[in-house]
């Protein structure tokens, strides 16, 4: 029912009257209302309805009580309102998955040279001798052979229906794993309504109508609705109009509060008055029929040559389309958007800040471009030597004449010699790299989950492996963030523990624990522990639940203080914002005057107070030089023992004065009078230390960044281990920061940058804006030998931008707002430091997994290739056939990529250094066993191929005539060859020149089921596979010979790591990253590392054939896109996957791999930056796509 009225125009609602009719308002009246804007609105409201209130009276809600929650009652909305979803876009079938898997170019040229073969096996030409075509037809023992000619073309056809149903079945696993992590991520997301007067957090799904929803700041706003009250209310609403400008709210001058915008500052509480698809949002999605495919053609337009509104709405379409923005929001575009241009605005260029594709993609595009390139060689020399030598020994040597009834004969040689030059093709090219990349991410991803880690963008997974820095905040991550009160400051005397309330002078106690009560979010509260002899549970903001368990300690209650005073008598609330560091709430008096509490960061708070309450609980005066001895005295003791201090504060209004301008905050935030300073103990979670000597072993520097003074995080930071007793180390707050990084003009200036963060370790009452700073400061450096790669934490709206612009960024999933997570990579899910260092050795995993798959898989493409091309040239046949080739492919590539890249990480990972962002893939110790192994392996072959039938005495199988039986010699070096990958694979367990490759095998069950089943495939191909796969049965000696020169490998490798690498200098490495001297001059602008080098070469002509030839694409991108106008405007920077592969691999591919959420998201249209005509865009990226 929702959807019909998303779908139809309004005026069809009438016919829902009916269900409308319970209510006094019906869902056209709201959705009319909610276009309505600012002072429109309120006259609307007014002259319709009266007021808000009487909205909710239609609306059968009450402001205070809320809804009553009864199962009937909510059906009843969710018939007459809809419900607060949007459906996603179906998933793609598994039809869909295989049609997909068809694309790619090499099996398209195996199927149609597999169907020429069988065509011209069936076609026998009438009457011509055979004996005039030469020896071509020779040697076929009886009719019944000649006959098998088509088994041939058959197998190679069904064997391209394995790896398609392997490759499609891939990518459906992979799409329903994903799903159910984003199903996952969308349960967790909670939102605060008001129920039967009890304030709870339900889904945001199951938010209907008419519900009172509280909000606060940091909110992501997940339905329409009509603000009841508010304090201080700033929205960000740029995700629906694009402007950027905070946006104030309040009763009188503009009510309407839109789903997918931000909170910013402030809180307050709304009747929600739409939801799902007739919500703001939802209604854009109707617009451009989200989960519509043939809507998809319009989305595409409107993305290259809509104005700026439409491209967000574009944007975000595309976001839930392709199903990559978890947490349900779809403006994780706009929101990034935004703080790139706040971002902007201090520094003079434009230079628009996006993270570059992931070091592993970058490293292996370039290696895939470059096996590319030798395969498709190769292959192409091999079919033009056995075209020339067969035309040259037929017709020159033998010196025969072309006659017409030989023509289908010869056309059927050229035909083998063509699936011969495809099979060395499909050999060398290595289409499992994507494939293993993908099953090691989403491995990785699932277990991680265990760890707490909840993975949103896959490629972090992987950059946490190469982190260098980690910026921490305090509160929560290293701390518990359970606060308690421990320490006192009250009329003049110092308490060193929570003192009893009998020694406060009880005018001083009234006074504190009203300020206290009163002067807080009513949402945060202490509740009875959930077990018994549990502790307390705090809800809400924590330093709160502190002051209000000091209340609760002083043996007082603070809820009826606040039922006697609820949040509507409020007068004024300035919130707490990073840029206040208070708060502070005005109560009107009986007699007309004004009484303000506030409570803030004592340094901050005590500046403005002018008195203090003494011993008697009287003010007096208090002055600078009784402030810097309170400091001195109380204050840095405190801090020094790591406890945060808050002051507590109230000033009285007389009435006589008449009423302040409430608006003019340094004149009311003044004068003040100091009841309290309190200091408050956040213990230092007790695993932490050991997680940061880890770190410290594992090469990453821990830098602390946070809010509180400087004597504070020194003190948390020296029990962290942060900081080390004995070393030189920095500890900066915000202000001396600014002051050493920024030149006269107050910009901030690299060089001087440079000479400070290598020995920051702790930046203390640093604002959010010092945190990107700091950030991009070490991201943008050039000290030292590599490029810095950065993880950050963050829990609050304003840690957004350090958040996007780290490599990596971290949000809290307990105590991070909606904002923090949307800009995050991860989330970790128990808000605690550990999970960070389990994300590292995760990260590193997974490159060494892929770097283990690399080893192996080059060694057989080495050598599959060498023989396929040696064979060919001097035996006019290659040795391994095209089916036994793709049998060699599919092992080797699929169930070896399941085999390696499952390996389970072990402590011993984080031992050693990040490897940095230019170390190649291929080291010389991999590339020493890679030559190594490929040596042994041909050496066998060859002498098999060329001596192995007196060897095993039988008959030799070289210069068999066409269709002829397969033969024992060919059958044994076919199962020579796969018996060495076999045992090779276990080989390729250890990189780094280990010499016990079985250790922790029983720990990867995955590793040993796949060697043990291919190990029993083989036996039954080789035994029973007969013409289709060129085999005959061979004996037991037979096998137990290929067995036994299988298990050499093993050998053979202990001799190879027993060599040291460092004698090896002319090994050369492969799979670098870029380096900056290969980049030409005119390109290191702005942002040069965004230009990856694989890509310009890919520009220059070939992204048609590697495109196709890489099932790459289809897998995962991991060739991130190339297209076209990347370098046009250096600043313009932003990559944008190409349309029509966003569209082809949206779930499969992207989903798994979005190698950066931005290209998703900021896919604000490239072409318009770059200048391009919409139209060529659009056609580029088209070509780029398919």
């Given at each position: 029912m929702a959807n019909n009225t998303a779908d139809h125009p309004p005026g069809n609602s009438t016919a829902e009257g009916g269900h409308d009719g319970d209510f006094g308002i019906s869902m056209t009246d709201l959705r009319s209302l909610m276009e309505l804007r600012s002072g429109e609105a309120v006259n609307k409201i007014r002259d319709s309805y009266g007021d808000v209130q009487g909205i909710c009276r239609r609306l059968k809600t009450s402001p205070?009580?809320?809804?009553?929650?009864?199962?009937?009652?909510?059906?009843?909305?969710?018939?007459?309102?809809?419900?607060?979803?949007?459906?996603?876009?179906?998933?793609?079938?598994?039809?869909?998955?295989?049609?997909?898997?068809?694309?790619?170019?090499?099996?398209?040229?195996?199927?149609?040279?597999?169907?020429?073969?069988?065509?011209?096996?069936?076609?026998?030409?009438?009457?011509g001798d055979s004996e005039a075509c030469g020896q071509v037809a020779g040697g076929v023992e009886d009719e019944g052979e000649a006959q098998a000619g088509w088994i041939e073309g058959a197998a190679i056809l069904f064997s391209v229906i394995i790896v398609v149903l392997v490759t499609a079945f891939n990518d459906w696993s992979k799409e329903k794993q994903f799903r159910g992590l984003q199903s996952r991520i969308e349960q967790e997301q909670k939102f605060t309504v008001i129920r039967k007067g009890q304030v709870i957090q339900i889904p945001v799904a199951e938010i209907v109508v008419?519900?009172?929803?509280?909000?606060?700041?940091?909110?992501?706003?997940?339905?329409?609705?009509?603000?009841?009250?508010?304090?201080?209310?700033?929205?960000?609403?740029?995700?629906?109009?694009?402007?950027?400008?905070?946006?104030?709210?309040?009763?009188?001058?503009?009510?309407?509060?839109?789903?997918?915008?931000?909170?910013?500052?402030?809180?307050?509480?709304?009747?929600?008055?739409?939801?799902?698809?007739?919500?703001?949002?939802?209604?854009?999605?109707?617009?451009?029929?989200?989960?519509?495919?043939?809507?998809?053609?319009k989305v595409k337009k409107s993305k290259k040559q809509g104005p700026p509104e439409n491209r967000n709405k574009a944007k975000t379409q595309d976001g839930i389309a392709l199903e990559i923005q978890p947490l349900k929001s779809e403006e994780a575009a706009e929101s990034e958007e935004k703080e790139e241009k706040e971002e902007a605005k201090p520094v003079k260029k434009v230079n628009v800040t996006k993270k570059e594709k992931s070091v592993l993609q970058g490293k292996l595009t370039r290696l895939a471009v470059q096996i590319g390139k030798a395969g498709l060689i190769m292959s192409a020399v091999t079919v033009i030597i056995l075209i020339l030598y067969f035309v040259i020994d037929t017709f020159a040597v033998q010196g025969r004449s072309w006659v017409a009834e030989c023509t289908p004969i010869y056309i059927q040689?050229?035909?083998?010699?063509?699936?011969?030059?495809?099979?060395?093709?499909?050999?060398?090219?290595?289409?499992?790299?994507?494939?293993?990349?993908?099953?090691?991410?989403?491995?990785?991803?699932?277990?991680?989950?265990?760890?707490?880690?909840?993975?949103?963008?896959?490629?972090?997974?992987?950059?946490?492996?190469?982190?260098?820095?980690?910026?921490?905040?305090?509160?929560?991550?290293?701390?518990?963030?359970?606060?308690?009160?421990?320490?006192?400051?009250?009329?003049?005397?110092?308490?060193?523990?929570?003192?009893?309330?009998?020694?406060?002078?009880?005018?001083?106690?009234?006074?504190?624990?009203?300020?206290?009560?009163?002067?807080?979010?009513?949402?945060?509260?202490?509740?009875?522990?959930?077990?018994?002899?549990?502790?307390?549970?705090?809800?809400?903001?924590?330093?709160?639940?502190?002051?209000?368990?000091?209340?609760?300690?002083?043996?007082?209650?603070?809820?009826?203080?606040?039922?006697?005073?609820?949040e509507e008598k409020m007068y004024k609330v300035y919130t707490f914002n990073s840029s206040r560091k208070s708060m502070s709430t005005v109560l009107k008096n009986a007699d007309g005057g004004f009484r303000m509490y506030s409570k803030g960061a004592s340094e901050i708070v005590l500046r403005?107070?002018?008195?203090?309450?003494?011993?008697?609980?009287?003010?007096?005066?208090?002055?600078?030089?009784?402030?810097?001895?309170?400091?001195?005295?109380?204050?840095?003791?405190?801090?020094?023992?790591g406890l945060r201090t808050i002051c507590v504060a109230y000033r009285d209004f007389p009435a006589e004065a008449g009423e302040p301008n409430w608006d003019n905050e340094n004149d009311i935030l003044n004068e003040l009078v100091c009841i309290a300073v309190v200091g408050i103990e956040d213990p230092v979670r007790p695993e932490v230390p050991e997680a940061i000597a880890k770190c410290q072993r594992a090469g990453i520097t821990v830098r602390m960044v946070t809010g509180d003074n400087i004597n504070t995080a020194r003190a948390i930071a020296t029990k962290c281990g942060i900081l080390l007793p004995g070393e030189d180390f920095l500890c900066l707050e915000g202000k001396e920061f600014n002051q050493q990084i920024r030149n006269d003009k107050g910009e901030v200036e690299q060089e001087r940058l440079d000479k400070v963060w290598p020995k920051l370790r702790v930046l203390a009452r640093s604002s959010p804006t010092d945190k990107h700073t700091l950030v991009k400061g070490i991201i943008d450096s050039t000290v030292g030998e590599t490029r810095q790669v950065v993880a950050v934490t963050g829990d609050g709206t304003n840690d957004g931008p350090a958040l996007k612009k780290a490599d990596v960024g971290f949000a809290m999933g307990i105590a991070g707002t909606d904002v923090a997570k949307e800009a995050s990579d991860i989330i970790l899910t128990d808000d605690n430091f550990t999970s960070i260092v389990k994300a590292v050795m995760w990260g590193r995993n997974v490159y060494d997994s892929i770097s283990k798959f690399l080893q192996f898989q080059l060694t057989v493409n080495v050598v599959a290739v060498i023989v396929a091309f040696t064979g060919a040239c001097i035996t006019q046949d290659s040795p391994l056939k095209a089916v036994q080739m793709l049998w060699v492919n599919l092992i080797m590539d699929t169930l070896a990529?399941?085999?390696?890249?499952?390996?389970?990480?072990?402590?011993?990972?984080?031992?050693?250094?990040p490897y940095g962002r230019d170390k190649p893939l291929i080291s010389r110790t991999m590339m020493k066993n890679i030559l190594g192994h490929a040596v042994y392996q041909l050496v066998i072959i060859f002498t098999l191929l060329f001596a192995g039938e007196n060897f095993f005495d039988i008959d030799s199988g070289r210069n068999a005539p066409l269709h002829s039986p397969p033969s024992e010699h060919y059958t044994i070096v076919f199962n020579v060859f796969v018996m060495m990958q076999l045992f090779n694979e276990i080989n390729a367990r250890k990189i780094h020149g280990e010499r016990n490759v079985f250790e922790g095998v029983y720990r990867n069950p995955i590793f040993c089921s796949v060697v043990l089943g291919t190990f029993a495939l083989q036996i039954i191909i080789v035994q029973f596979g007969g013409k289709p796969f060129s085999c005959t049965a061979l004996t037991i000696d037979q096998w137990l010979w290929c067995v036994f020169i299988g298990v050499g490998e093993l050998l053979w490798g202990q001799l190879i790591s027993a060599i040291p690498t460092h004698h090896l200098k002319f090994l050369k490495e492969a799979g670098h990253g870029i380096t900056k001297e290969e980049i030409p001059e005119e390109e290191l602008t702005e942002g040069a590392d965004e230009i990856d080098h694989a890509e310009m070469e890919l520009r220059r002509?070939?992204?048609?054939?590697?495109?196709?030839?890489?099932?790459?694409?289809?897998?995962?991108?991991?060739?991130?896109?190339?297209?076209?106008?990347?370098?046009?405007?250096?600043?313009?920077?932003?990559?944008?996957?190409?349309?029509?592969?966003?569209?082809?691999?949206?779930?499969?591919?992207?989903?798994?791999?979005?190698?950066?959420?931005?290209?998703?998201?900021?896919?604000?249209?490239?072409?318009?930056?770059?200048?391009?005509?919409?139209?060529?865009?659009?056609?580029?990226?088209?070509?780029?796509?398919?």
């Open positions: 205070i009580e809320g809804l009553s929650g009864n199962p009937v009652d909510l059906e009843k909305r969710h018939t007459a309102f809809g419900k607060n979803f949007i459906p996603p876009k179906k998933p793609k079938t598994f039809l869909q998955l295989v049609w997909e898997a068809l694309q790619d170019v090499t099996l398209i040229i195996l199927e149609i040279a597999a169907i020429i073969s069988l065509g011209l096996s069936f076609y026998h030409p009438p009457g008419g519900d009172i929803a509280q909000i606060k700041y940091g909110d992501l706003l997940p339905a329409d609705g009509i603000l009841i009250q508010g304090n201080d209310l700033k929205i960000d609403e740029s995700s629906l109009t694009g402007e950027s400008d905070q946006v104030r709210k309040s009763m009188e001058k503009d009510p309407m509060l839109l789903s997918g915008t931000h909170v910013m500052e402030g809180s307050g509480r709304m009747v929600v008055s739409a939801v799902g698809l007739n919500s703001q949002t939802g209604i854009i999605f109707t617009l451009l029929g989200a989960g519509e495919n043939d809507e998809e053609k040689y050229f035909v083998k010699f063509f699936i011969i030059g495809v099979t060395v093709l499909v050999v060398a090219v290595p289409e499992g790299l994507p494939l293993a990349v993908t099953i090691s991410l989403a491995y990785s991803v699932k277990k991680m989950m265990k760890d707490n880690n909840l993975v949103r963008h896959l490629d972090a997974c992987e950059t946490m492996g190469n982190a260098t820095a980690i910026c921490s905040d305090k509160t929560g991550t290293l701390t518990m963030n359970r606060m308690t009160v421990v320490q006192a400051y009250i009329g003049d005397t110092h308490y060193k523990t929570v003192p009893e309330p009998d020694v406060i002078k009880p005018e001083t106690l009234e006074t504190l624990v009203n300020s206290i009560s009163i002067n807080s979010a009513y949402t945060t509260k202490i509740l009875p522990p959930e077990k018994e002899g549990g502790l307390p549970r705090h809800v809400g903001n924590k330093t709160e639940c502190a002051l209000l368990g000091l209340v609760l300690d002083l043996k007082r209650d603070y809820q009826p203080i606040r039922e006697e005073i609820p403005k107070c002018s008195r203090i309450l003494d011993a008697q609980g009287q003010p007096r005066v208090f002055k600078p030089k009784d402030r810097d001895e309170m400091v001195r005295k109380v204050i840095e003791p405190m801090a020094c023992d990529s399941l085999a390696l890249a499952t390996e389970p990480p072990t402590e011993s990972l984080l031992l050693r250094k002509g070939q992204i048609l054939w590697f495109r196709g030839l890489n099932r790459i694409q289809t897998q995962m991108d991991v060739v991130y896109t190339f297209q076209t106008g990347q370098a046009a405007v250096p600043g313009a920077l932003r990559r944008q996957p190409s349309v029509v592969s966003q569209h082809n691999d949206a779930s499969a591919a992207k989903t798994l791999s979005s190698p950066t959420h931005v290209g998703l998201s900021s896919s604000s249209s490239l072409t318009n930056s770059a200048g391009a005509p919409p139209a060529a865009a659009a056609a580029s990226s088209s070509t780029a796509g398919n």
